[in-house]
């Protein structure tokens, strides 16, 4: 993970591989978000920045959420297959 700015806001991003064939192989990707580790669930209150290709098979995923009204949040990946 990162963190960035767009146009004046802070971003916490986090950066991952998704596979290209993913709903084919019924993968599903969760990005949750979270301001504490221990008593508060992630939420999925992220946003999908942007997919890159990076070859055949995979892809570079930004998912980010703002930082400037939290001092500090966590961000998790969950994969799943359905």
Do not use: H
Request: no cysteine; glycine share 6%.
């Amino acid at each position: 993970s990162e963190v960035a700015q767009g146009s004046g806001t802070n971003y916490l991003n986090l950066i991952y591989r998704r596979r290209t064939d993913a709903e084919d192989r019924g993968l599903v990707y969760t990005v949750g978000v979270t301001t504490n580790l221990v008593s508060n669930p992630a939420t999925n209150a992220t946003e999908e920045a942007g997919a890159l290709a990076l070859d055949a098979y995979f892809e570079s995923v930004t998912n980010r959420v703002l930082i400037d009204s939290e001092s500090q949040q966590f961000m998790q990946l969950k994969i799943r297959i359905e």
